[in-house]
């Protein structure tokens, strides 16, 4: 099946500082590509549609100043924690659907933010 | 969207078969049902998806009735490794207005 990594899989960093997480679709292209964040115990939450060559599409809350995406190529979406605070500490997931399907999402492994 | 309303929790025992129900009383004709699976810090996985009747493959069947206001992931033969959260989504199989909006899910955890 496709398949969908992740890096880096965890990340510590100090608080105020900015953290890039990579999400690749690595043996199909993906035109959208989905950000979910997931507390512990608690269900995926959508946070942005990440569009190959336009901008990402927010969700209600979601500030988008804070939480940067760029999709620059059909394989490639990063999503930027900026100014990153101890309650953006989080694990965080990427999604990209196969051609046809946009239900049948291959789902990154995920990272694991930490924010000190 | 159809909201989806499934059990917080179960419990099995190896071996058994599990039927896990969603409920999706407003279900729109273009909706089709998707379940997910989902391990402790990992990514959700698809297992299986259907529209109506029922679907089997080589993880799980999904039992969809006639007015589709309800469905049944059916996990034959569970293991320990079956132990996961399950998602029950609703939506149209593809639409570039879609999102794909989890509720709680199922945690399913299998006894030795």
């Known amino acids: 099946g496709a398949v969908v990594s992740q890096h880096p899989s965890w990340v510590i960093c100090k608080s105020g500082t900015s953290v890039k997480i990579e999400c690749r679709s690595l043996d199909f292209q993906a035109t959208t590509m989905f950000w979910y964040r997931q507390f512990p115990k608690q269900s995926l939450m959508l946070m942005a549609t990440s569009n190959e060559g336009s901008k990402a599409t927010y969700e209600q809350g979601v500030e988008k100043d804070k939480f940067l995406i760029n999709h620059a190529s059909l394989t490639l979406s990063t999503l930027t924690v900026t100014s990153a605070h101890p309650e953006d500490s989080s694990f965080y997931i990427c999604?990209?659907?196969?051609?046809?399907?946009?239900?049948?999402?291959?789902f990154g492994p995920g990272t694991r933010l930490t924010v000190t | 969207l159809a909201k989806t309303t499934q059990p917080i929790s179960m419990d099995s025992y190896e071996g058994q078969e599990v039927n896990i129900t969603c409920s999706h009383n407003n279900i729109a004709t273009n909706d089709y049902i998707t379940w997910y699976q989902q391990f402790p810090s990992q990514g959700p996985r698809f297992i299986i998806q259907g529209y109506k009747t029922k679907v089997t493959n080589e993880v799980a069947s999904l039992f969809i009735p006639a007015d589709r206001k309800s469905s049944t992931l059916s996990l034959p033969r569970v293991s320990l490794s079956d132990t996961a959260v399950y998602y029950c989504?609703?939506?149209?199989?593809?639409?570039?207005?879609?999102?794909?909006?989890f509720g709680s899910g199922t945690r399913l955890s299998i006894r030795p």
């Open positions: 999604s990209a659907p196969t051609s046809g399907s946009l239900w049948e999402q291959y």
């Open positions: 989504l609703v939506g149209e199989y593809y639409s570039s207005a879609s999102k794909i909006i």
